[in-house]
């Protein structure tokens, strides 16, 4: 697959405090990546450092053969966290005016900005202005804004934050379209759900260090032990006896039963007894929400379990 980003070794530090520490990975040309973290971890700092907002203090970021201040910033599309349009400009006024900044054609622009707002139900709103539009609509804009030129690296920070579901279901379609057509996409999100729905592969980080970089699949079974959800009143000390369960977490009439890594579910599931309570029972991997609780938070159960972080 070709390699459309490369960063490696990328450090950064702010007075005393070490944001990045030597980190490395890669963006590949038609595939989602997600760059993952909790708050303060390093994410933000890594976009601006891709994006040239600020550079690194050692390490290197290549845009194919480009790298430093010879990247060309025009084949990079960025949706910021911190959304900002001007309020009193009309939409196609914006739109034009992000598209000349990239060096876009516009007569081009003009025909996909039709097309985008059409596409994305702002049909007709070409001459509103933006402090007229609604917060999702005001997003859908912006959104636009940063694939207007057809870039071919993709930069979205949270571009689900504060999307109703089928708002979400829209930015989800055209990211999906866009990585089919080519388009490089490194996505940062803290809804793990839609990173798990999304993403080809992921990378986390935690404290300016890398912990977790792969395939979601490679990750998977890596981290994700299966895990069986029981609905029923029973014993919590009788579950824990079950051949190999790790550890149980018990609320109300609901047991999950956490079990050892390499476990087969059919045979496994031989193993319970006959009386057991079982109104519902589900098993199933352990989510990428639990595995980001567990690094973010530090409680390392799945460490302790036998698993090593990235």
């Not at 390490?59 to 201040?69: A, M, R, V």
């Not at 049909?123 to 057809?150: D, P, R, T």
């Not at 007894?273 to 530090?298: M, Q, V, Y």
Request: hydrophobic share 40%.
């Amino acid at each position: 697959m070709e390699t459309m980003v490369t960063v490696e070794g990328l450090e950064k530090s702010f007075k005393d405090k070490k944001a990045l520490k030597g980190i490395s990975f890669e963006v590949h040309k038609g595939e989602i990546m997600a760059i993952l973290g909790p708050n303060g971890a390093g994410k933000s700092t890594t976009i601006r450092n891709i994006m040239g907002i600020m550079y690194p203090d050692s390490g290197s970021i290549t845009f194919h053969n480009h790298n430093g201040t010879g990247i060309p910033r025009n084949k990079i599309g960025y949706l910021p966290e911190e959304r900002g349009l001007y309020k009193n400009v009309k939409v196609m006024d914006i739109l034009l005016y992000l598209a000349d900044l990239k060096d876009y054609p516009i007569d081009k622009a003009k025909v996909r900005i039709l097309a985008y707002l059409k596409k994305f139900d702002l049909e007709g709103k070409e001459n509103v202005s933006v402090e007229e539009l609604s917060k999702g609509m005001g997003q859908k804009v912006q959104f636009i804004g940063s694939i207007i030129h057809e870039p071919e690296l993709l930069i979205l920070d949270e571009p689900f934050s504060g999307l109703d579901p089928v708002s979400q279901e829209i930015f989800k379609d055209e990211i999906r379209s866009l990585a089919n057509k080519g388009t490089a996409i490194l996505l940062s999100s803290h809804q793990m759900n839609l990173v798990e729905e999304m993403c080809d592969r992921l990378f986390m980080i935690q404290q300016g260090e890398k912990v977790i970089y792969g395939t979601l699949e490679d990750v998977k079974k890596q981290y994700a032990n299966f895990k069986c959800t029981i609905h029923g009143i029973n014993n919590i000390q009788e579950l824990e006896r079950i051949p190999d369960v790790l550890r149980v977490e018990q609320k109300d009439d609901s047991s999950v039963l956490h079990l050892h890594k390499d476990v087969e579910p059919s045979v496994w599931l031989k193993k319970l007894p006959d009386h057991l309570a079982i109104n519902e029972l589900k098993i199933n991997r352990i989510s990428l929400h639990e595995i980001f609780i567990d690094i973010a938070t530090d409680k390392n159960l799945l460490k302790e379990e036998g698993v090593v972080h990235a």
